[in-house]
């Protein structure tokens, strides 16, 4: 029987980006707060693909602010700085950050240590224990085995929106075919020659790629391989290697395709060092423990979010973080890359809160790539930045839930975005970015 029972004002499930946020943010309400991460670490994509930049934190040359900047400063205020704003090399992308990813992870701990958030690793929610439209309890594990939360809130940062699907929201899963976008699994290369290996102004490396798939060294989906200097210096990330047709919901799976990404990053290693310029002395490194998964279930919420309201720049009277990035798409299904620009230069549109809010369940939220849009927004709102914007969005809202005792579908989203501009997020409200 289990008779491990926990009380907490705001369950924050999974500590990646957006789990991040939402439980800083809701601590720093004087909350209790309990973040549940299934790994052994928090952040994410961003640290099991170490090296990964967080893109579209600057929409029209502007951070988006709030934790997203603080986290930043801290890092660059580090001597030596943790992190630093660059161009980035795709097209159609604004400016990124860099980072060292083990600093910007210990600092995010951090972060969650002051807020005062009970962070449990290596914990996972398994069920939600039903009480009409409302979650009275999820059932949990550890490796100590099974126990409840008891919850006032719950926030789901999942990525994958278990709790959330078995609680009876609505979803769909990738486009309208069901294709969902590619996985990916990086690594490093450690020790390139940067003068060497980039004078090539071919930002996407065709031609040597287009070799080695010819002489069948490389797998057909290299044609396009994305290496960018990485933070340190010699430091080369490879997120190059895609694996396409993989249900992210199915663990089997997603297994096989961590096995197979393993063959083909090491394949790609080996040609790196034998081909291309500045890469002969240097070796892989920070293998992914497993593959990134962009894109699984998108639950539905009181608003679904459209390429159209992306394509017209609209600006949500209830928006609570802006973006314009591009239409980021991976491989669905036979399809390749896009980055193909949403907006006008100059342009951007904001992702509205209740896109993050299911119509019925009445102490349920979400946020990160869980969020509720159709597949070609998706394909745009789904950056790290963003994702801990809506987290520390939802957090707040389940602030004002709770001390005023009302469902999260009752959240007065101008009280929100009035207190998310007091935090620092940028561009709300009547107030504009540009």
Request: with cysteine; proline share 5%.
């Amino acid at each position: 029987m289990n008779e491990r029972i926990e009380h907490t004002d705001v369950l924050v499930i999974g500590g990646g980006t957006a789990g991040f946020g939402a439980a800083v943010a809701a601590g720093r309400q004087s909350l209790d707060v309990t973040l549940l991460e299934a790994t052994s670490k928090v952040g994410g994509v961003m640290a099991f693909c170490p090296g990964m930049p967080w893109g579209a934190a600057y929409p029209v040359g502007r951070i988006i602010g709030g934790l997203m900047q603080e986290l930043t400063e801290r890092l660059e205020a580090m001597t030596p700085p943790a992190a630093e704003k660059r161009p980035c090399t795709l097209e159609n992308f604004g400016p990124e950050i860099i980072y060292d990813h083990d600093i910007a992870t210990l600092t995010m701990f951090e972060m969650l240590e002051e807020a005062g958030v009970k962070t449990r690793l290596n914990a996972a929610a398994s069920a939600p224990d039903m009480s009409g439209n409302q979650i009275a309890a999820v059932q949990c594990y550890d490796r100590n085995g099974p126990f409840t939360i008891e919850p006032k809130i719950v926030i789901d940062c999942s990525g994958d929106g278990d709790i959330s699907a078995k609680a009876g929201v609505p979803y769909t899963l990738g486009d309208a075919s069901g294709n969902m976008m590619g996985v990916t699994i990086s690594f490093m290369m450690i020790g390139v020659d940067w003068g060497r290996a980039f004078s090539d102004p071919d930002p996407y490396f065709t031609k040597y790629a287009s070799t080695g798939i010819a002489e069948g060294r490389l797998h057909p989906d290299l044609s396009q391989l994305y290496l960018m200097k990485a933070f340190h210096k010699g430091n080369v990330f490879c997120n190059s290697v895609h694996i396409r047709g993989v249900d992210g919901t199915d663990p089997v799976a997603v297994g096989k395709a961590a096995q197979e990404g393993r063959r083909r990053c090491h394949q790609l290693a080996q040609f790196l060092r034998s081909d291309v310029p500045g890469f002969e002395n240097a070796h892989m490194s920070m293998l992914s423990p497993t593959v990134g998964v962009r894109e699984t279930r998108k639950l539905e919420a009181i608003y679904r979010i459209t390429a159209q309201d992306l394509a017209r720049a609209r600006k949500f009277e209830d928006g609570i973080v802006c973006c314009d990035n591009p239409i980021d798409d991976v491989m669905r299904g036979d399809d390749d890359m896009t980055h193909e620009a949403i907006v006008d230069y100059g342009s951007y549109y904001t992702i509205p809160f209740r896109s993050l809010v299911p119509e019925a369940i009445t102490n349920l939220m979400f946020a990160g790539r869980i969020i509720c849009a159709d597949p070609v927004a998706f394909a745009s709102v789904r950056g790290m930045p963003q994702c801990i914007a809506m987290g520390q969005a939802t957090g707040t809202a389940a602030a004002q839930a709770i001390s005023e005792n009302h469902t999260v579908q009752n959240v007065d989203t101008q009280d929100l975005i009035a207190a998310l501009t007091k935090q620092g997020i940028n561009g709300l409200g009547q107030s504009r970015l540009n």
